[in-house]
């Protein structure tokens, strides 16, 4: 069972906020342990978002010592740590019925003397923060001083149990994954949740940074109003913060069936008033920036995104034996496919741009889609004079994710495979056609090249259409295969 420690300093401001290092040396020994920490209520402010403690059993301005102390023993504390050293904390220390108290070395006695005799001894050289971390030595040998520290959450909800709401595509799930270390990184006692959907769970699914996957079928057995009802209720007070990247109705929505106190999204969001915070949707940054923006709300700024994804104990010469994958020649991964058919470059450009990388690289070329990218895959492999590996439909996100973290080189359009190339930080070379660079979903790393054409009717809509509204198709037309495998040179 995991070790119960409570800690106790009443006042003052200054003297609570300098007990930092000793919540920072209890974790660090007892990662698991449950730490609290006792202060009165006008400045437990001062220790709000501390990813050391867990809890901030607050002394109320008119509450009773009894009262106070009857909690204390309702918790059943394992360790108590008086930091105080004043007639309450004592008499709390001594009907706590907590078995093992440790006290701060105050040095009262020489202080006093020092003050009225001038008498200087060597106890009253140490700051009160050593004197702090001297008290814990019994518990934590290796107690180290450290400078104290304030975290400035400004929400009055302490963001320990936060539920992610993304159920949008690939790309946008790949673009999340930063937003969980930023979390795990600033507050570690946060327990993280994500909602997603079936076919992005496997995004998800190793990431340490998230203690829980929920999946919604929204497309499936969850597409009714009544089964969103049920999921409203089934997380109905399990969560103090909501943070929904995704800006849809659906999303906001049920973050408010769900009595999610803080309920952090997009002002642009489809349920912008369902939510309680909302940020700013700036079009100039990059979506991986967009979203860590949220966090602002926890205090959590000026953090760089990592966008990444690890890859899971997969049998992977298994794998490729079984797709007809040479372990021993490198490959480049071709990605022809997307949801929308304006944003794929023609079928002839990835066939000429597949055939030289074959003929002058050494290299195999492996295709990769989805089955509802089949057309589009098929027709690239018929216009090819080599022969390529031709994986549409063959392959489960993690084992996209696996090839494609393995490739040399990764060409593809405006797409989720393309976010999940730069999270495995592989080169990447992007065709935009109807999207352009200021909707933020080009490719997030310094490995990439993006190959377009300038035209005045570009971008045409925000994700890309079925058909060019126009109808002429220059943007991806007056994309030549010459064009991309410049792209290429300039990566390899």
Known sequence: MALKILVIRFSSLGDVILTTPVYKNLRKAFPDAEIVSAVKEQFAGSLEGNPAIDRILKLGKNESIFSFLGR??????????????????????????????????????????????????????????????????????????????????????????????????????VLTTPVFKAIKDAIPASRVTLLCTPEIKDVFSENKYIDELLVMDKKGRDKSFASLRRWGKSLRGRFDVALIPHRSFR??????????????????????????????????????????????????????????MKGGSLDMPQILKSLGIREDVPWVGMNPGSVWETKRWLPEGFASVADSLIRDKKCQVLLFGS??????????????????????????????????????????????????????????????????????????GEKSVMVEVDLPCRPCTLHGGHVCPLGHFKCMKEVTPRMVLDACAKLS
């Not at 002002?267 to 100039?284: H, I, P």
């Not at 549409?392 to 797409?415: E, Q």
């Open 371 to 444: 089955p509802s990218d089949r057309s589009a895959v098929d027709a690239v492999a018929a216009a090819m004079k080599e022969k390529a590996v031709n994986l549409c439909g063959k392959t489960d996100l993690k084992t996209l994710s696996a090839l494609i973290s393995r490739s040399m080189l990764f060409i593809t359009n405006d797409s989720g495979p393309m976010h999940l190339a730069t999270a495995a930080k592989v080169p990447v070379v992007a065709i935009f056609g109807p999207t352009t660079r200021e909707l933020g979903f080009f490719p997030y």
């Open 72 to 173: 204390i023993r309702e918790a059943k504390f394992d360790v108590l740590v008086d930091l105080h050293d004043n007639l309450r904390s004592n008499f709390i220390a001594l009907f706590s019925g907590i078995p093992k108290k440790l006290k701060v070395q105050k040095n009262i006695f020489e202080r006093r003397s020092f003050v009225r005799n001038k008498v200087r001894t060597r106890a009253l050289g140490k700051h009160n923060i050593e004197r702090y971390v001297d008290a814990i030595r019994p518990l934590c040998p290796d107690a180290e001083v450290f400078p104290p520290e304030i975290f400035p959450f400004s929400s009055k909800i302490q963001p320990i149990k936060i539920l992610v709401v993304q159920t949008a595509f690939l790309g946008d799930a």
């Open 251 to 308: 999303s906001a929505f049920l973050s408010w069936m769900a009595a999610i106190p803080k309920r952090v999204g997009f002002e642009n969001s489809q349920g912008s008033f369902f939510l309680t915070d909302k940020v700013a949707f700036d079009w100039k940054m990059h979506d991986a920036e967009r979203n860590m923006k949220l966090l602002e709300s926890l205090g959590i700024s000026g953090v760089k995104p990592v966008v990444e």
